[in-house]
């Protein structure tokens, strides 16, 4: 019981990894983009390329994923993504949805459809196992560094979000871009920055997840739906609420494939509607968001 409940909250927080780049876009920048998983997927094969050729440590290859997904988020950004900042939901949608069928063809043609295995070094291979009475606690080495990882993020994110400048000015962009470009601030650059960051989020959750999700071309669709669950149950408002929602249904995918393997899925999408149904905006909502 409680190694089930472990692997349910280290695939929660792979999950939080994989999803708060979108809830920055979606909640800060009001940007519908479904083309996140793209993203990941983009992180994912820059590990398996550097080192499967380049032999390049597993460690390293995390911190490029994330350069080399902000770089092109924010190529991309400034290219295609801007001109649809002020377009309807629709639109948006349609547009991100797009760049994820070009992302997957372009994979698909050049690299292949076969999944790609990532070779983790010997010693995140590993398993250590605590003994509580009668109960035994198995942690993965690979998932313990998940969840580290995970804890990092998510208070580098709040500090910067709640105690810097930058911070402050993003908030100001997002409540009301004529004011903030009447006292100085260039939002322009606020959304770029915050764009690549979130893109760059995608790529290092695309190059945790490799090893435990699997990594082929239908990578952004295949998992699309948990980065939306994730947000949508958490809210946009806040890192709490995404936070909480990714373990939540991390613990009831793996507590419910464990014990109920037939039902699938169908555990997910159980919780999601009954946490809906309590809290329709999601778990943490701003006081005037409604």
């Known amino acids: 019981m409680l190694t089930i409940l472990f692997d349910g909250v280290a695939y929660g927080m792979l999950l939080f990894i994989l999803a708060i780049g979108l809830s920055v876009t979606l909640g800060l920048m009001n940007f519908i983009n479904l083309a ?21 440590p597993f460690l390293l290859c995390v911190p490029i994923a994330f350069v080399v997904t902000a770089v092109l988020g924010a190529i991309l950004e400034r290219t295609l993504y801007r001109p649809m900042y002020g377009k309807p939901p629709l639109d948006q949608v349609l547009f991100s949805i797009g760049l994820a069928f070009i992302a997957m063809t372009i994979v698909d043609y ?47 994110l709040q500090f910067i979000l709640t105690r810097t400048r930058f911070g402050s000015r993003l908030r100001a962009a997002v409540d009301d871009q004529r004011v903030a470009d009447g006292l100085g601030i260039n939002v322009n650059v606020i959304f770029f920055s915050t764009f690549a960051v979130g893109s760059g989020l995608a790529g290092v959750g695309g190059a945790m997840g490799a090893e435990v999700l699997g990594l082929d071309p239908t990578f952004p669709f295949k998992f699309m739906i948990y980065f939306l669950i994730v947000v949508a149950l958490g809210g946009t408002s806040s890192l709490t609420g995404p936070l909480l929602a990714a373990l939540i249904l991390g613990v009831a995918d793996v507590a419910g494939k464990y014990y109920m393997p037939k039902l699938g899925s169908f555990i997910v999408y159980a919780v999601m509607i009954m946490i809906l149904l309590w809290r329709p905006d999601g778990l943490f909502v701003r006081r005037g968001a409604k």
């Open 110 to 156: 050049s690299i292949g459809s076969s999944e790609q295995i990532i070779q983790l070094p010997q010693w995140l291979r590993g398993r250590t196992e605590l003994s509580f009475g009668g109960h035994v606690l198995g942690m993965g080495h690979y998932r313990l560094l998940i969840i580290a990882v995970c804890i990092v993020l998510t208070i580098l």
């Open 36 to 56: 996140h998983g793209a993203f990941a997927m983009a992180g994912g094969y820059v590990t398996v390329l550097l080192m499967q050729h380049l032999n390049v």
